[in-house]
């Protein structure tokens, strides 16, 4: 049995919709999980038009995804941070700092689109920030960085019922230590910014941690808990998160590059970071605080 799942932003999502999608495909008794944003009803097989609906309803402003019924209350959270926790790509908030900001941003999009080798990406980047002032770190986290919406009620919620909770980013350490402890995540993995003498050296610490150490990473932090891919639930959006959103047991590709999103079953384009809880079907009134 399969679960048919509709999400929207709140007072978007309406009945009739619902209604008349349930009764097109022949599906069970739907159940609201939040009024008029999140709704669910179950339904035996895929349809053949699956596809062009969602297409349909992504262009109204609804997120329309379908998954198996059994296990997908998951036992753990894996999430990048930049784009995905938080609002903000970190590399482009600093090299704007240093004046770099366009050159850095362009970067940043080709390889989060998969144009990139993500590595070499990273590498230019960073040695484009040589010679900023390691105090610039703090002045942007508390002026330019803002938590994604839903973020904190995702990390509460799944912990509240007994899930690890890991930030795996290919940011960095100096950026993934404040958002981890902010949000509550019990683990964090991210790359080093190098410094000396008070500045960015314009070097990053290897092994630089990309697609692979993400993948590793969900081995790894799984493995410890006694966990299954398949206990796990992974949010990114860029393309170095394709491994681990393949990987896990649900992969969501949360408002992410065409080029992601393309390769990922289930997305979220519309709603925020609680949609990953409407998924597992979790009801608002069940969110912890």
């Known amino acids: 049995m399969n679960v048919v799942t509709l999400i929207a932003k709140p007072g978007a999502l309406e009945p009739a919709l619902i209604e008349n999608l349930r009764n097109a495909w022949g599906g069970g008794d739907a159940q609201w999980l939040s009024p008029d944003e999140a709704a669910e009803f179950p339904l035996a097989d895929r349809p053949g038009n699956f596809d062009t609906v969602r297409a349909e309803l992504d262009a109204l402003g609804v997120d329309l995804n379908i998954q198996p019924a059994d296990g997908r209350r998951k036992k753990m959270l894996l999430a990048d941070m930049d784009s995905t926790m938080i609002q903000q790509e970190c590399i482009d908030e600093l090299a704007a700092e240093a004046g770099v900001g366009d050159r850095v ?145 649900t992969g969501v590709a949360l408002h992410a590059k065409p080029s992601v999103a393309a390769q990922c079953d289930i997305r979220v384009n519309h709603g925020d970071l609680t949609a990953l809880l409407y998924l597992q079907g979790y009801a608002r009134d069940e969110f912890a605080d």
């Not at 938590?147 to 995702?154: F, H, N, Q, R, T």
């Not at 932090?221 to 896990?248: F, K, Q």
């Open 105 to 249: 941003a362009e970067i940043t999009a080709r390889a989060m689109n998969g144009e990139l080798d993500f590595e070499a990406a990273l590498i230019e980047r960073v040695g484009l920030l040589k010679g900023l002032a390691v105090d610039v770190i703090g002045h942007v986290i508390h002026t330019r960085i803002t938590l994604m919406p839903g973020g904190a009620e995702l990390v509460a919620t799944m912990k509240a019922n007994g899930a690890v909770t890991a930030l795996v980013s290919g940011g960095f350490v100096q950026f993934t230590g404040p958002v981890a402890a902010k949000l509550g995540f019990d683990r964090s993995r991210a790359n080093t910014l190098l410094e000396e003498d008070g500045v960015l050296t314009g070097e990053v610490a290897r092994p630089i941690l990309g697609r692979e150490a993400k993948v590793e990473a969900l081995e790894v932090i799984s493995a410890d808990h006694g966990l299954t891919d398949m206990d796990v639930i992974a949010v990114g959006d860029g393309a170095n998160d394709l491994g681990m959103l393949g990987r896990a047991g």
